[in-house]
């Protein structure tokens, strides 16, 4: 049974930082690229950072880029998304994605950060 299980979210001040974990079983996880989503209250979900199976190729929206950093460990087939200068606006649902070419995504249930004063 595929699960993708995150953790790590939570309540921060702007300026600070959150580390978010997703724990994945089931599947062979070095063969899939692995994807942190978030979803705002109101807006579409939205891609945030993509590491490929190799974890090699790391792709960031532009938002991201420079506070957050994406990594994976095939060996315990985690994927961890580092958050650092959290502003108001990143606050969402962040959901945990794997794809591989060909097949159906796996989802995670998410986790939900908010970033306020």
């Known amino acids: 049974q595929v699960q993708l299980v995150e953790s790590g979210g939570g309540l921060v001040k702007p300026g600070g930082s959150l580390r978010l974990s997703c724990a994945a079983s089931?599947?062979?996880?070095?063969?899939?690229?692995m994807s942190w989503y978030r979803q705002a209250p109101g807006k579409e979900r939205e891609m945030v950072a993509a590491i490929s199976g190799s974890g090699v190729i790391r792709n960031y929206t532009d938002s991201a880029k420079g506070r957050f950093t994406i990594s994976r460990d095939n060996a315990k087939n985690t994927v961890t998304l580092q958050m650092n200068s959290l502003k108001p606006e990143d606050t969402a649902a962040y959901y945990c994605?794997?794809?591989?070419?060909?097949?159906?995504?796996?989802w995670g249930k998410g986790t939900l950060v908010t970033v306020s004063s």
């Open positions: 994605n794997a794809k591989r070419s060909g097949t159906i995504p796996y």
């Open positions: 089931g599947f062979t996880f070095s063969s899939y690229a």
